[in-house]
């Protein structure tokens, strides 16, 4: 079942990421990583790992890549949640990283969460040195200036103007800024089964968008409980979302038609897929 394997794949990924943050010195700084990579659901590392497994390979061999992800993604939130950026204090149920250890240490955790998101990636385990060159340019790319960081900007620039985003450009958003770092992740097996990764990368550019829509709808219809977050802050500051501009009813049909996009992208992998089929229906079913 997909949610046993999603958890079994997140308590690995954790295990490996306590492991590589174990003899450090025991700082406020290293503290604040360890307490920002706890909790969530794990998707990134699933898709790493499930993508080692699709191609036949024991998934411990990209269980450094999933862990990168995960920390990379980490970074992401605690920057994301900054008083400079959306400003939230609450994260995973929990107060966020500016909140319980100070702005600057959250600046630096997040900072570090990146460069061992990159030290992740050189571990021999993940094969030759240049599939491990390849996920790292890859990784790069997808969180830099052409992705993650370019969404974030995106995202700043929107709360500043004049008129709301249209469909297009949150799209163009969403996709930089929750995409990217879905379709790396989803991508990775492949790299390092050496396989070309093009119907993953289909995949996950339809998983991402379906993902960041379900965001929207249980933004608006979710419980703040278990999505251990603040919910409507968007509507709050006037921003569009997928909602504001497709309504409840046209979301649900955006996203639905998402999933049957991700899981047709998956067709040449034939019942070997069906757990990621499986992903993709959970995204949209989710109620966290």
Do not use: N
């Not at 269980?63 to 992800?69: E, M, Q, R, V």
């Not at 249209?166 to 379709?183: N, S, V, W, Y």
């Not at 968008?209 to 929207?216: G, H, K, R, Y």
Request: hydrophobic share 55%; with cysteine; aromatic share 4%.
């Amino acid at each position: 079942m997909f949610v046993t394997v999603l958890a079994e794949d997140a308590a690995r990924v954790q295990g490996r990421l306590e492991a590589a943050l174990a003899d450090r010195a025991a700082l406020p700084l290293i503290e604040a990583m360890r307490y920002a990579v706890r909790g969530g659901k794990g998707l990134r590392g699933f898709l790493v790992m499930e993508g080692a497994r699709l191609h036949g390979l024991d998934p411990a061999r990209a269980l450094p890549a999933a862990a990168a992800a995960e920390a990379l993604h980490a970074y992401s939130l605690v920057h994301d949640d900054l008083p400079a950026m959306d400003d939230d204090d609450l994260r995973r149920g929990q107060p966020t990283v500016h909140v319980r250890w100070g702005e600057a240490t959250a600046i630096l955790a997040g900072d570090a969460l990146q460069s061992l998101a990159f030290e992740l990636l050189t571990d021999p385990v993940l094969g030759a040195a240049e599939v491990r060159l390849a996920l790292v340019a890859g990784l790069a790319r997808a969180v830099g200036a052409e992705g993650m960081v370019l969404g974030q900007a995106l995202d700043m620039a929107a709360g500043a103007a004049a008129a709301p985003l249209g469909l297009d450009e949150i799209t163009r958003l969403q996709q930089a800024k929750t995409g990217a770092l879905i379709g790396w992740s989803a991508e990775a097996g492949a790299l390092i089964a050496g396989t070309d990764p093009a119907p993953l990368a289909a995949f996950a550019r339809a998983l991402g968008l379906a993902f960041q829509i379900a965001d929207d709808i249980l933004d608006v219809t979710g419980d703040a409980a278990k999505a251990g977050k603040r919910l409507q802050k968007d509507a709050a500051a006037g921003k569009a979302t997928f909602v504001s501009l497709l309504g409840l009813e046209g979301a649900h049909a955006r996203a639905k038609a998402l999933v049957e996009e991700a899981e047709a992208a998956l067709a040449p992998y034939g019942a070997a897929a069906d757990t990621l089929r499986h992903c993709a229906r959970f995204v949209i079913a989710r109620e966290m």
